[in-house]
């Protein structure tokens, strides 16, 4: 009784919060193609959590469920630790243990899950023009709100992720960024490690002549120790030599050669890894109905991506990078191309892109926009 009582009143609390977040993030919108289009955003992001939760009910070897079956087993000092799978293992262990059970486990993930997509729109929303932004339609590709919704590792990445580039826009550093950036190393270190690296380097670009030098010397130590961190703890290296990284690197190919599945590209190496990250499968690959919308997906994705490198080169756009963009452009380059190293199935690379797509896509918008200023004030200068 006292169980279910708390699961309601703790579900509740969620809704209600969930519901000052979206009056606080999208009031004020008059546009009525906008607020038709934040309407059908979360319609659909919520429907793919329902769809996802049958999944992962159906699916005997899904992620969730093996968090679940290691958090309910005795703790071991042999599966004890606190980065990647096992942190999910003792994160469910709490969870359940002060009355979560599997259906509030989901609604919590769904919930948190719907943030990045409402601060992307509100970022969007920003543009200008009241329009919906050509590029604004990626927010409602199936497959980043069906990997999204899942609770566990990529979930909690994308919210981070977003939530980071979110607060750099308001070109101010806060202490909440500290806190993504530790659960950033918790879940996925090696994005940690990416995130760490690069926010050092965009926020030292920008104010490196405001900024005494002597506060430079935590960040430079953190970035040195968090790189050690990643590669002692979670990449596993048994000294810090280059030979150590290139018997590791050929460990995970090692891997990716036994674990994949029958495909072409895998033989290509590295760079047939790129490219099945990046845009496969296509039409001519498909097996079943959920690569069939991949592949539809995967066209959607290369023509956004072509069509803004034309424009670009036509129109010989430079100097557009500002705080958030360069962090965005840095970080989801750095995802993919470490990404690449391992990916050896078309699943995986379709869950994988949740990690540098939207941010690569804030880029392309924030760029184009740029560009579109650019020309507006030398037509002013001229005029």
Same mark, same amino acid.
């Given at each position: ?23 606080? /993030? ?147 550093? =806060? ?113 079943? =109905? ?39 452009? /840095?970080?989801?380059? =750095? ?21 540098? /797509? ?26």
């Amino acid at each position: 009784m006292i169980t279910s009582l708390f699961i309601g009143c703790f579900a509740v609390l969620q809704i209600v919060w969930f519901g000052f977040f979206l009056k606080k /993030y999208t009031s004020g919108i008059s546009n009525k193609k906008q607020l038709f289009f934040v309407i059908l955003l979360l319609v659909e992001h919520f429907f793919f959590g329902y769809v996802a939760y049958k999944f992962t009910l159906q699916n005997p070897i899904s992620d969730v469920k093996n968090y679940l079956k290691y958090a309910l087993n005795p703790v071991t000092s042999e599966q004890f630790y606190f980065v990647g799978h096992d942190f999910f293992i003792l994160m469910y262990r709490l969870l359940f243990r002060i009355g979560f059970n599997f259906q509030l486990l989901f609604l919590s993930s769904v919930l948190v899950s719907s943030i990045p997509f409402v601060l992307l729109f509100k970022r969007y929303l920003e543009l200008g023009s009241g329009k919906i932004h050509w590029l604004q339609y990626t927010l409602l590709l199936p497959s980043f709100h069906f990997w999204s919704v899942l609770p566990g590792k990529d979930c909690l990445v994308f919210v981070m992720l977003v939530f980071i580039l979110y607060k750099l826009k308001e070109v101010q550093f =806060s202490w909440s960024i500290l806190v993504a950036l530790l659960f950033l190393f918790l879940v996925r270190p090696y994005v940690g490690v990416i995130v760490l690296l690069f926010l050092a380097v965009v926020l030292f670009e920008n104010y490196k002549n405001k900024i005494r030098k002597e506060f430079w010397i935590p960040i430079v130590l953190l970035s040195f120790f968090g790189v050690v961190f990643f590669l002692t703890q979670f990449v596993k290296l048994e000294t810090l030599s280059i030979e150590s990284v290139l018997l590791k690197f050929k460990t995970y190919q090692n891997y990716v050669e036994k674990h994949a599945t029958p495909n072409y590209l895998i033989d290509m190496g590295y760079m047939g890894q790129v490219l099945m990250l990046l845009c496969m499968p296509l039409f001519y690959k498909v097996e079943n =109905s959920f690569q069939f919308v991949s592949s539809i997906e995967n066209v959607v994705l290369l023509s956004f991506i072509i069509y803004f490198f034309f424009k670009k080169f036509y129109n010989h756009a430079r100097n557009w990078l500002e705080l958030d963009v360069k962090f965005a452009l /840095y970080t989801s380059i =750095s995802i993919f191309l470490f990404l690449s190293t391992y990916i050896y199935n078309l699943g995986l690379a379709s869950r994988m892109r949740l990690m540098f /797509y939207p941010l690569f896509f804030y880029v392309m918008a924030q760029s184009l926009k740029k560009d579109k200023l650019n020309k507006l004030n030398e037509k002013d200068k001229n005029s």
